[in-house]
């Protein structure tokens, strides 16, 4: 196991009516800039409720509404002039990870002294942020409890990750209650999007970190266990609970501090939405098992064999077949079970066009991956994923 340094400062209060803990915003100030999306909290009733707990609170609220699912940094700015011109104390974000994300951006470029974009291109340069707040609505990219952003500038076909310490939040209210509207299709690209991460983090070069394969195996279980149970039943507590929770615990370090690899589905999933706007989770299901086979081989056999063994349970002796039948059974999981597109044709990208540019920006991650990928081995993958 490598050296690792864990901290979550983020107090999370996770149930069914926890938003009442709004009110603890009032110790960070008096004016909170309220971040949302395209609607879904006001048709649910969590917009009307929150404002409520607020108003009693003594907190004021201004709003940045209509950020975008793979937010802009267009918006972002918009956010950061509000708090610079209204003097905001702290960001509270209401929904996705889109959501916070944007508010976590809007959070450090309130403390920065130039444009945000810098903050996205570069980590180095967050500082400081304002206090950060959220109240998850959907299950999948685990923002509510980690130090990343995922930022778009889509008129320059641009997307990246930025993180920071202090822009993991201060406190996230989980209230699985909060994802029974969510759609069966997002619900079906939050499974795919914590079952990545899962993988990110799983599949690594490091040879002793048994505590956290071990967990990354409960959390695939607990994910492929709960996720048709949720598509079924959207009002399902138990099993968007268990989504929720195992959501956060792929991400918050847990089962990446001391023995994860650079991530590698992820920076080629972050190209194919950076050109064609992409639902995230939609995306990285086309590409992983494309992945898997991509790179398997003799030094990664046994790490296949031991995830079919541990999470779909196959049994026999040879490494090769079970390592190939757990590739199968993740795609008919996400394809069939989950009623996930599975090509880039299904998600409307017919043409290879920008396949070279898109690669040659994701090597630049990729090639310090588990198994490191260049970039015709990215547009390999691309090619093989339509
Ligand atoms: O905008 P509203 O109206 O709220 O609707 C949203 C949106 O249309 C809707 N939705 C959310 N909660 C709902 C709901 N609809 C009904 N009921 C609810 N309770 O769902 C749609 C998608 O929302 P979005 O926030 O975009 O989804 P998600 O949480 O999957 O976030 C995706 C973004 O997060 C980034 C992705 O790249 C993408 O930009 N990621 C962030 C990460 C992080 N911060 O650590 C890591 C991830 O790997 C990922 O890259
Ligand atoms: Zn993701």
Not at 83 to 104: Q, R
């Amino acid at each position: 196991m490598r050296n690792f340094t864990f901290s979550i400062p983020t107090t999370i209060h996770f149930g069914k009516g926890q938003i009442s803990h709004l009110s603890e915003l009032r110790q960070s100030g008096t004016k909170a800039l309220l971040v949302y999306g395209g609607g879904s909290i006001k048709r649910n009733g969590i917009y009307d409720e929150a404002l409520r707990i607020l108003g009693e609170a003594g907190v004021q609220v201004s709003e940045l509404s209509g950020v975008e699912p793979n937010p802009r940094i267009q918006t972002v700015r918009r956010g950061v002039e509000m708090c610079k011109s209204e003097g905001i104390d702290m960001v509270l974000a209401i929904g996705g990870g889109s959501t916070i994300d944007c508010a976590k951006v809007v959070a450090a470029g309130a403390k920065y002294d130039g444009d945000a974009w810098d903050l996205v291109l570069d980590r180095t340069k967050i500082k400081d942020a304002l206090p950060i707040y959220s109240v998850l609505t959907l299950s999948a990219t685990g923002s509510e409890m980690d130090s990343a952003a995922v930022i778009s500038d889509m008129t320059k076909n641009e997307k990246w990750g930025t993180a920071a310490e202090c822009l993991k939040p201060t406190m996230s209210v989980l209230d699985p209650t909060y994802t029974f509207s969510v759609s069966r299709r997002q619900t079906a690209a939050g499974t795919a999007d914590m079952m990545s991460h899962t993988f990110e983090n799983y599949f690594t070069k490091e040879q002793g970190a048994d505590v956290q394969l071990r967990f990354c195996e409960a959390l695939l279980r607990t994910m492929i266990k709960n996720g048709p149970i949720a598509l079924a039943e959207p009002d399902n507590y138990e099993a968007r609970a268990n989504l929720m929770w195992a959501a956060s615990h792929a991400i918050n370090g847990l089962v990446s501090e001391g023995s994860a690899d650079p991530w590698c589905v992820h920076p080629m999933e972050h190209e194919l939405s950076a050109f064609y706007d992409i639902t995230h989770g939609e995306g990285l299901a086309i590409l992983t098992p494309v992945w898997m086979d991509y790179v398997l081989s003799v030094k990664t056999v046994s790490a296949f064999a031991t995830y079919g063994r541990n999470v779909w349970g196959l049994v026999g002796s040879d490494d090769w077949s079970i390592a190939h039948d757990a590739i199968a059974k993740t795609s008919e999981f996400f394809f069939k079970t989950m009623g996930l597109p599975a090509n880039l044709r299904a998600v409307g990208i017919t043409s290879d066009e920008h396949f070279e540019v898109m690669a040659e920006k994701a090597a630049r991650r990729t090639i310090n991956a588990y198994v490191p990928l260049d970039k015709d081995d990215v547009v390999n993958i691309f090619r093989a994923a339509m």
